[in-house]
Nanobody
Framework: VRLAESGGGLVQEGGSLRLSCAASGFTYSTYCLGWFRQAPGKEREWVASVDSDGNPGYADSVKGRFTISQGNGKKKVYLQMNSLKPEDTAMYYC??????????????????????????WGQGTQVTISS
């Protein structure tokens, strides 16, 4: 499985961006797809996720502003980001997990004990919001 993010960039506060993640070699019927972000000097944090039943979840910090969706079957996942704030500035990473539910994936991501046999990450795309 390979994940490739795109769509990052520099926008002004209040603007919008749409991140895309293309998944190749992804044929699983049960999975969690998600977005995480990491700002300089900060811990990686979960942003949003969607499971194989299409159920989305969002961090409180982005709820109401970000929307996660899937496209092209399971091969793409998007993150529409509106009303962007300077604190949204970070490297954004696409993640896929084929072992756990999204709740458990997020838990294990914070514990940093996800297995590379079942868990995959993209290289990241930079999002910078200017005030």
């Amino acid at each position: 499985v390979r994940l490739a993010e795109s769509g990052g960039g520099l926008v002004q506060e209040g603007g919008s961006l749409r991140l895309s993640c293309a998944a190749s070699g992804f044929t699983y019927s049960t999975y969690c797809l998600g977005w995480f972000r990491q700002a300089p000097g900060k811990e990686r944090e979960w942003v949003a996720s969607v499971d194989s039943d299409g159920n989305p979840g969002y961090a409180d910090s982005v709820k109401g502003r970000f929307t996660i969706s899937q496209g092209n079957g399971k091969k793409k996942v998007y993150l529409q980001m509106n009303s962007l704030k300077p604190e949204d500035t970070a490297m954004y990473y696409c993640m896929a997990d084929t072992r756990f539910t999204c709740d458990l994936t997020i838990k294990h991501a914070y514990q940093d004990d996800l297995s590379s046999d079942d868990n995959y990450w993209g290289q990241g795309t930079q999002v910078t919001i200017s005030s």
